[in-house]
């Protein structure tokens, strides 16, 4: 089945030290979503790519960092953890189809991570 | 006010009631998502719809694009349905969340 695939599922890192995040996907849709969702709260939008294009949020710290080395694979790098950067970290896709139209968003299972 | 509000916040059933999520938006938007996500899970997507009505099983969405708010409803719920479900937007290509309803079935 065509799906959207994180690795790990669970994540523990201590403290600063770098951690690195995948998400795959089998759609084959050119655009790839991060979200940062705490506890309680609305999945918030990190970046996302349309294609090769990276798309930051203004409000999304330097400490996050993304690639996409090919359509299926996009990855979040955290260079330095905080304790405050413990939280799901979701992945989705979509297929853009152009300005207005709307692009349902296929989420992947997500990776929980904890900070020591 | 956020831009994409959702009542009531908590919801609570016994199974087999019929049970309705509102969400009501304030901005132009192309798609409206409904969302599922159990405790401690990733997110499912439901429907995805532009104008009028979708039904998949015992979920049914609707929407009413002039008057800016959609309703999901659950025939018949189960204790599996329990999780939150959140409403969001398609804006200029980004999703808006509404704040999520938390759907408690008990037997």
């Known amino acids: 089945d065509a799906m959207v695939i994180q690795n790990p599922r669970y994540q523990v890192t201590q403290f600063g030290k770098p951690v690195t995040l995948s998400c795959s996907q089998t759609?084959?849709?050119?655009?790839m979503y991060w979200y940062q969702q705490k506890s309680s709260q609305a999945p918030k939008l990190l970046f996302h790519?349309?294609?090769?294009?990276?798309?930051n949020e203004a409000d999304t710290p330097d400490n996050f960092q993304s690639r996409r080395p090919n359509t299926s694979f996009c990855f979040l790098d955290i260079r330095s953890p905080g304790l405050g950067d413990a939280a799901m970290y979701l992945c989705?896709?979509?297929?853009?189809?152009?300005?207005?139209?709307?692009?349902?968003?296929?989420f992947g299972p997500g990776t929980r991570l904890t900070v020591l | 006010k956020n831009e994409v509000e959702q009542s009531p916040q908590n919801l609570t059933a016994q199974e087999g009631e019929f049970i309705t999520i509102n969400c009501s938006y304030s901005v132009g938007i192309s798609a409206l998502h409904w969302l599922q996500q159990h405790p401690g899970g990733g997110i499912v997507s439901l429907f995805m719809l532009s104008s009028g009505k979708k039904k998949h099983g015992r979920l049914i969405a609707t929407i009413n694009i002039q008057e800016k708010h959609s309703s999901l409803h659950i025939t018949a719920s189960h204790p599996r349905d329990s999780a939150v479900y959140i409403c969001a937007v398609v804006g200029t290509d980004k999703l808006i969340f509404g704040t999520g309803t938390r759907l408690q079935v008990f037997p």
């Open positions: 989705a896709t979509s297929i853009h189809l152009g300005q207005g139209a709307g692009n349902e968003q296929f």
């Open positions: 790519y349309y294609d090769k294009d990276f798309n």
């Open positions: 759609l084959n849709h050119n655009v």
